[in-house]
């Protein structure tokens, strides 16, 4: 079942995931957080609650079911703004495909006039040489 968010700060829809295990990049070889991540609000306040992370690792395994992309269009049909990830990251290629699908001209036609944005750490992700 599809389950969204509302983001404080910005006021708009959010889809999330758990924050570091969903976050490939959060980690170096050695264990340790990469400098981005370290300290990261989404580990700390509301986001420690078992109601806030239940949530979370529902949308973990929502997204892989077969109507998901039509459920979520039809969710933000009347949205102008929405935030991908206020914790959590696209950790799966599958996760990336299924949000692109979400720009499908069928699927953008009924939310044609939304922002969609995601913050990601994943281009930060590589360990310094």
Same mark, same amino acid.
């Given at each position: 079942?599809?389950?969204?968010?509302?983001?404080?700060?910005?006021?708009?829809?959010?889809?999330?995931?758990?924050?570091?295990?969903?976050?490939?990049?959060?980690?170096?070889?050695?264990?340790?957080?990469?400098?981005?991540?370290?300290?990261?609000?989404?580990?700390?306040?509301?986001?420690?609650?078992?109601? $806030? =992370? *239940?949530?979370?690792? +529902?949308?973990?395994?929502? #997204?892989?079911?077969? /109507?998901?992309?039509?459920?979520? $269009? =039809? *969710?933000?049909?009347? +949205?102008?703004?929405?935030? #991908?990830?206020?914790? /959590?990251?696209?950790?799966?290629?599958?996760? *990336?495909?299924?949000?692109?699908?979400?720009?499908?001209?069928?699927?953008?036609?009924?939310?044609?006039?939304?922002?969609?944005?995601?913050?990601?750490?994943?281009?930060?992700?590589?360990?310094?040489?």
């Amino acid at each position: 079942m599809l389950k969204l968010s509302k983001t404080s700060k910005l006021g708009t829809k959010s889809w999330s995931l758990q924050a570091l295990e969903t976050c490939p990049g959060s980690k170096l070889t050695n264990g340790q957080l990469v400098a981005a991540c370290s300290g990261c609000y989404a580990t700390t306040g509301m986001y420690h609650f078992g109601p $806030v =992370k *239940a949530v979370r690792a +529902d949308n973990k395994k929502d #997204w892989q079911r077969d /109507g998901w992309v039509a459920d979520m $269009v =039809k *969710a933000l049909s009347k +949205d102008t703004h929405f935030r #991908w990830f206020d914790s /959590g990251d696209m950790y799966a290629l599958e996760l *990336a495909e299924k949000m692109l699908a979400m720009g499908h001209p069928e699927a953008a036609r009924k939310n044609m006039n939304i922002a969609k944005f995601i913050l990601s750490e994943m281009m930060t992700s590589k360990e310094p040489a």
